[in-house]
């Protein structure tokens, strides 16, 4: 299941066109290969991708869907063998593969993969397509002959679509210690957005988000050690000469950051395209941006996982991504930051 794909036909060993590839080649060992594609009814430049994308994969033999023109699916999953069950931010881009800071788990569970997989038969119904037929893989894909490195786990709950909220905000409210965020787009609202299909009931929220926000200023008082890492993305186009400054996340940063919660942008120079959560020994990871149409509305796939040793893979990725970026300060200014890079850049 993947949201962008992009084939690229002037870098033909680029990794997403290698994908394409490689599925073929299963093909032709015979295993069975379906593949749930976004169409999108706001971007159109993603659907011409995955359309293009789609037609690639089935010249190979592979089985394409793709979903209801509706609804965004978001989510990045890749089942194998019934058994290995990725769980990703990554798109199937040159970007995202290369260059982007993203987050992704391999899940070698098959009552994870079981789960991933009715989740998809689910998408395929909501799409007006049948479900996928019963599988039983006789051999099963083998981390230890992949050469991969694997971490006990206590438990490891998919948290898709509605079920991420609850699952977040009830490890907010137990934190003990410490959490963590990594986050591509973090937004408050303070009216519903015009795409939201929510009826608002007396004393509730306008957007889940907003309580998110709430427990994680909540926890801080609690002593809980909170930092949140947003990415700041400040480029200059090639095609214009013009810099570009992503500010969509500076809100939610300053409404922190008055709640006394340690607030950081990543590396100006490279996107963070990853969701992650940690709460103590908990990792979250997966494709649910911190927005109202991810948490409420969109088709969206995370993992929620207890495990110690795994946990400090990702709390050591968090410091990397905190050190390479910059503390934010009532005082910090995007907008400022990109017109003296603009200034420096003319001199």
């Known amino acids: 299941m993947a949201y962008q794909t992009f084939f690229y036909t002037d870098f033909p060993d680029s990794d997403s066109n290698l994908f394409i590839k490689e599925l073929g080649e299963a093909r032709k060992r015979g295993v069975q290969v379906w593949v749930l594609l976004e169409t999108s009814n706001w971007d159109e430049n993603v659907e011409a991708q995955n359309k293009e994308y789609g037609k690639r994969l089935e010249a190979e033999g592979v089985t394409v869907f793709f979903d209801k023109f509706d609804i965004t699916s978001h989510q990045k999953v890749a089942i194998v063998d019934d058994y290995a069950t990725v769980v990703a931010s990554n798109n199937w881009s040159h970007y995202s593969l290369w260059q982007n800071n993203e987050v992704a788990v391999i899940a070698w569970s098959a009552p994870v993969a079981k789960a991933f997989s009715d989740y998809m038969n689910e998408r395929l119904i909501e799409a007006g397509h049948q479900p996928l037929p019963p599988t039983s893989a006789v051999k099963k894909v083998d981390a230890k002959k992949l ?54 009931k007396p004393g509730e929220p306008v957007s889940q988000m907003n309580t998110l926000l709430k427990d994680l200023i909540e926890a801080k008082k609690r002593n809980v050690d909170v930092q949140v890492v947003l990415d700041a993305e400040m480029r200059k186009r090639k095609s214009t000469g013009d810099w570009k400054v992503d500010t969509a996340n500076e809100d939610f940063a300053m409404r922190l950051l008055a709640g006394d919660v340690a607030v950081f942008y990543d590396s100006l120079e490279t996107q963070t395209h990853a969701k992650m959560v940690m709460v103590d020994d ?57 017109n ?7 001199q």
């Open 340 to 346: 003296k890079m603009e200034q420096e850049d003319k």
């Open 147 to 200: 050469g991969y490195k694997t971490y006990p786990a206590q438990q490891m709950i998919p948290i898709p679509n509605r079920e991420y909220f609850p699952k977040v905000h009830e490890a907010f409210q137990n934190a003990q210690k410490r959490i963590r965020v990594l986050q591509r787009t973090a937004q408050y609202y303070t009216i519903l957005p015009s795409y939201s299909q929510k009826e608002l």
């Open 282 to 338: 908990w990792v979250v990871v997966g494709s649910t941006n911190w927005t109202h149409n991810a948490i409420e509305q969109g088709n969206e796939a995370s993992i929620m996982i207890q495990s110690k040793e795994l946990a400090q893979v990702y709390y050591q990725y968090f410091e990397d991504r905190k050190k390479e970026g910059i503390p934010v300060t009532p005082e910090t200014d995007l907008n400022a930051m990109k």
